[in-house]
């Protein structure tokens, strides 16, 4: 088919500085940052307003596990000490109005086209300019290109046989509709058990007639710590910004950690000291599950030996399993929801609400794929080896091509016509998540082989766009063409990007997470994010900023 090279100008895009596919927070935040330092920016979005992954995920339940005065922008003072949360961990809603504040305190709308998918991302070489072509048949250029693109925003929707041929709904958590969904006096089917999955799951069978849960993979999750804001605690964070900040970015995660002392009663403050820095392997069988019983499951996560040791991994997999076994009635449910196989750590922690009491309900039932796989989808349900189950209503919680499935999507060509996909046929090779070779100008953010989803998002998005604000700003101060990596960087890094992770739950035996790519039939088995710490990261990306960038090639 002929190339549209229809080209679609505005006013201000001769002068265009960066294009910026996507509005999510990075694409926000880039859009202020990049004004700031006189750089003229235009965002393309696919969604009709801003949010990124807050904007599609609404499915009930949908909630952030980072608290909100941790997860949110660092960038103003002002909208820190304006902006209210109602819960410590805000639902989705409470986010997306937050996104809808800063889009209009920031006057961010007007740099951004909705509505608008973008097809291709093409290098054109000659003129060292990037080519973005959209699908309305629209095309924009500017020197520089960054991909906000985000890391879980391209929904997974495995090929199970027969699904064309169910004729009830079908949705996808990453997608729901904006339109409400009413689920009252339906049966649901719904396959996953992911965070989406545990989240959506209590909600649903709270609506539905009936709920059939198709469970491939049992997860080890806990109760989220889910509590309104109470003023005095929101005040205290307040008055410790600046500190709580800073901390953010020496904290491995991108998280403070702060507790409020002032604000908390003293016996609370007891409670919230879960045991942190406890042995599991130096305690009793006794004092392990008196621990559990006193502070909650969740404590589990606080054993500080279960992250590198495998023996105390198991001891607490165990205990974990003991635990389902004394909250859900039925002995076989019971079974059918423990996770083996893998370990705590292996996967991001899932939290929850009500999740294993909603297999106590008689609305509620359990497929368990292991004993009874799939066979197929029918017009009206799902065929396992023993049974056929009836719904009306047939929702994918399957998760998302993570990290490396947005910008693989978005069909992006470098330097002599070589495409990422290429580049990157056998895993991601980037240099610090924020760029690759022979892709001159083309930043990323949040990456594969940068923090991104073991960090504190918006931490980890505002350090990037800061990082690439400066580097655009330091070419164009200068009159310099082009920047991109030294193959030599990106080998380093991903060889130490790999060394970091190995000897982690996240590699263990029997471990198969998004974080490895291994939910995608065919995708390289790499782990992808940086699991070194977001200290020891931004180190060596000030480290290259200081010294005029020299894992990079600049080019006059
Ligand atoms: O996706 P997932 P998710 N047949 O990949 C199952 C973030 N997030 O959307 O494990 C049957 O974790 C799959 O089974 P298995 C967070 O970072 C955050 O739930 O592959 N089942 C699994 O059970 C999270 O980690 C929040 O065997 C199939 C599920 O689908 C990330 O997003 C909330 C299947 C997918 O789980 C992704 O979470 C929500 C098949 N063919 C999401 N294919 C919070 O902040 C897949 N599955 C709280």
Not at 214 to 243: C, H, S
Request: with cysteine.
């Amino acid at each position: 088919m002929a190339k549209d090279t229809r080209h679609t100008r505005d006013a201000a895009e001769d002068t265009l500085d960066v294009l910026v596919v996507g509005a999510g927070f990075a694409g926000m935040y880039a859009i202020h940052r990049f004004r700031e330092l006189d750089l003229n920016v235009k965002v393309i979005e696919a969604g009709s307003d801003v949010g990124g992954t807050w904007y599609w995920n609404r499915y009930p339940g949908a909630r952030c596990d980072v608290p909100s005065l941790e997860y949110s922008f660092g960038f103003s003072k002002e909208l820190e000490q304006d902006w209210h949360w109602p819960e410590v961990f805000s639902a989705q809603k409470d986010i997306l109005r937050y996104a809808d504040h800063v889009a209009e305190r920031f006057d961010l709308r007007r740099s951004i086209q909705f509505n608008t998918r973008v097809t291709s991302v093409e290098y054109l070489e000659e003129d060292n300019r990037w080519r973005i072509t959209t699908d309305k048949g629209e095309t924009f250029e500017a020197p520089c290109c960054v991909m906000a693109t985000g890391c879980l925003s391209v929904p997974n929707k495995p090929e199970l046989p027969g699904a064309e041929d169910f004729t009830g709904q079908t949705l996808h958590t990453g997608l729901w509709p904006k339109e409400p969904v009413d689920l009252s006096g339906k049966r649901v089917g719904i396959i996953g058990t992911g965070s989406s999955g545990v989240q959506v799951i209590p909600e649903l069978a709270r609506q539905a007639q009936h709920l059939t849960v198709f469970q491939r993979t049992p997860v080890y999750t806990v109760p989220a710590n889910r509590k309104p804001m109470r003023g005095a605690v929101e005040q205290e964070f307040k008055d410790n910004y600046p500190q709580i900040r800073e901390s953010q970015w020496n904290n491995q995660g991108g998280v403070s950690n702060f507790r409020p002392v002032k604000s908390v009663a003293p016996d609370r403050a007891r409670y919230l000291n879960r045991g942190e820095g406890l042995k599991i392997k130096s305690m009793t069988p006794d004092e392990r599950r008196r621990q559990l019983d006193d502070r909650g499951l969740e404590s589990i996560l606080s054993f500080s030996d279960i992250y590198a040791d495998l023996e105390a991994n198991e001891i607490a997999n165990e205990l974990f399993r003991d635990k389902i076994r004394s909250m859900i009635n039925d002995p076989e449910v019971a079974e059918g929801l423990m996770p083996r196989g893998f370990g705590i750590g292996c996967k991001r922690q899932v939290l929850d609400r009500d999740y294993f009491d909603t297999f106590n309900r008689d609305d509620v039932t359990l497929v368990d794929l292991r004993s009874s796989p799939l066979e197929t989808i029918t017009e009206t349900g799902i065929r396992t080896s023993t049974e056929h189950h009836e719904f009306d209503v047939l929702i994918y919680a399957t998760g998302f091509d993570a990290m490396t499935g947005a910008l693989l999507k978005a069909n992006i060509t470098g330097r002599n016509g070589q495409s990422l996909r290429d580049k990157w046929e056998h895993g991601p090779v980037a240099y610090l998540g924020l760029q690759m070779h022979g892709f001159p100008n083309l930043f990323t953010v949040t990456g594969p082989g940068s923090p991104s989803v073991l960090c504190n998002m918006l931490v980890a998005i505002e350090q990037h766009v800061n990082w690439i604000g400066d580097c655009i700003a330091y070419l164009k101060a200068r009159n310099l063409a082009t920047i991109e990596p030294r193959p030599e960087s990106e080998l380093e890094w991903i060889g130490h990007v790999n060394d970091v992770a190995e000897g982690t739950m996240f590699t263990s035996p029997g471990c198969n997470s998004w974080y490895l790519g291994a939910n995608i039939p065919g995708k390289p088995r790499i782990f992808m994010p940086y699991v070194g710490g977001f200290p020891r990261y931004r180190e060596r990306c000030e480290f290259e900023a200081s010294r005029d960038y020299p894992g990079f090639q600049i080019n006059a």
